[in-house]
């Protein structure tokens, strides 16, 4: 169980959770981005993400009641991994985390990317997920 949940955390706008594993190559990490309703929701699968244990994910990001930027009803997790172009590898690990977590968004779909800049992500791979009306 994580130590800090994104629906209890009211001062800091975002919470991290580092994995122990042999990635060193920090110019290679890319992220899978959820966009996940605030509560009780993105409590749920960062508690799940937690207990991911897959090569190749470095850490977790989540944003938390504190955070404005995605309005007051949604929030955002992050899943760094990486190396980020090796296409399969990422495609299997954003497969463990929708069967992990059972994500699902209106688009119908779960995007990868790599950070160009604080503001800027370029969308590198997308998986299909169920559609959340």
């Known amino acids: ?5 994104p629906s209890k955390e ?10 122990d594993n042999d ?6 990490i890319g992220k899978w981005i959820l ?4 509560g ?26 504190a955070t404005k930027n995605l309005g ?21 690990i954003g497969q463990e985390i929708i069967s992990h977590t059972n994500y699902s968004h209106p688009t119908g779909e779960m995007v990868f990317g790599k950070d160009v800049s604080r503001q800027k992500v370029d969308i590198l791979y997308k998986l299909k997920v169920p559609k959340k009306p």
């Open 72 to 92: 007051n009803s949604h929030g955002e997790i992050s899943i760094f991994c990486g190396p980020y172009d090796d296409k399969n590898l990422m495609a299997e």
């Open 1 to 5: 169980m994580p130590q800090k949940l």
């Open 10 to 19: 009211l001062s800091d706008q975002w919470i991290f959770h580092i994995i």
């Open 35 to 38: 966009i996940v309703e605030k």
């Open 23 to 28: 990635f060193d190559d920090s110019e290679k």
């Open 40 to 65: 009780p929701q993105q409590d749920e699968i960062w508690t799940k993400l937690h207990s991911l244990n897959i090569n190749g994910i470095v850490s977790l990001k989540s944003s938390t009641q």
